[in-house]
């Protein structure tokens, strides 16, 4: 194809992704598992759920590609609808920390004094256990299920964010044009959210995507250990626990969920560090 048969616009995406390679990467490992999640139902060769005791433990052959587990069911059609609810929890318990995070770090750095020394002691306290640990004890509090997870993820994933967004408005908060905003009379929220939070938030938005692989990690980690989703759903942390019994005799039941985790975190991390390049931030 000679270069005058492309256009413009596919000549300018072609430059912007190649010189940020792991921009591409991560872009692109995020949008396969993306779209695999959306077309589970289609993509999907069996029920993922549906059991069949004649070909249980087969490995990998023509008719199951990713071979099947000890109740007979379908590896590859359990990771394929597992990619729904891990990006799921991923997003979803990314979404929530980051909402409160950046609104408690918002007015504790605006504010400063009191407001500040009240929110960031609870930050200390919160940053005083060990992350894995105060998390799976709220769970075991509230009860196993993935609302348990978000749950838990909103009260102890936030302090970052907060402690991020913080510090930026600690100095935004005495620039020209925010001393401008106030002489002019805008009201403090107008100030914080619209003038100040904007130019504060670039580093939140690339450690979201770092976090979006803790978060990865946590809810198969906590899947595995029985807390998270419950059989028989499909869930890559799930078949990783149900697989570890047959690990010498049917590696297959957990080679290709491990395998995915690893690949959508890989993604997540790829986009992260990206993107942290692109906007000059530095974690």
């Known amino acids: 194809m000679s ?12 430059r912007f992704f190649g010189r940020r390679p792991m921009l591409a990467v991560g872009a692109g490992l995020l ?18 759920i549906m059991q069949n005791a004649e070909v249980r433990l087969q490995a990998p052959s023509l008719l199951h590609p990713f071979g099947t587990d000890n109740f007979g069911r379908d590896i590859l059609s359990r990771v394929i609808w597992g990619a729904r609810l891990d990006l799921q929890m991923a997003l979803i318990g990314v979404i ?7 609104t408690v770090g918002t007015i504790a750095g605006f504010f400063g004094g009191i407001v500040d020394a009240l929110f960031m002691r609870l930050v ?26 978000y749950i838990a993820m909103a009260l102890v994933g936030w302090v970052s964010y ?13 620039s020209d044009y925010a001393v401008a905003a106030v002489s002019l009379g805008f009201s403090r929220p107008r100030i914080m959210f619209r003038h100040l939070l904007p130019n504060a938030i670039a580093g939140s938005i690339v450690f979201s995507m770092s976090d979006a692989t803790l978060v990865l990690l946590s809810g198969a980690a906590v899947s595995y250990l029985g807390l998270g989703v419950q059989p028989p759903i499909a869930e890559w942390g799930v078949m990783v626990a149900e697989g570890q019994s047959f690990i010498t005799t049917a590696w297959w039941i ?10 959508l975190a890989f993604g997540f991390s790829m986009l992260g560090d990206a993107l942290g ?3 000059g931030v530095h974690e």
């Open 3 to 14: 270069i005058e048969a492309i256009s413009p616009a596919s000549l300018g995406w072609r």
């Open 31 to 48: 949008l396969f598992f993306v779209l695999l999640a959306i077309g589970a139902p289609i993509v999907a060769p069996y029920d993922p």
């Open 96 to 102: 929530f920390p980051f909402v409160i995070g950046t």
């Open 124 to 149: 200390d306290i919160i940053l005083a256990f060990p992350f894995l640990v105060l998390m799976l004890s709220i769970i075991a509090i509230l009860g196993p299920g993935l609302g348990s997870f």
């Open 162 to 174: 907060a402690r991020l967004i913080r510090a930026q408005m600690l100095v935004l908060k005495g």
């Open 254 to 263: 957990t080679l290709f969920p491990g395998l995915s985790i690893v690949c």
């Open 277 to 279: 390049e692109l906007l």
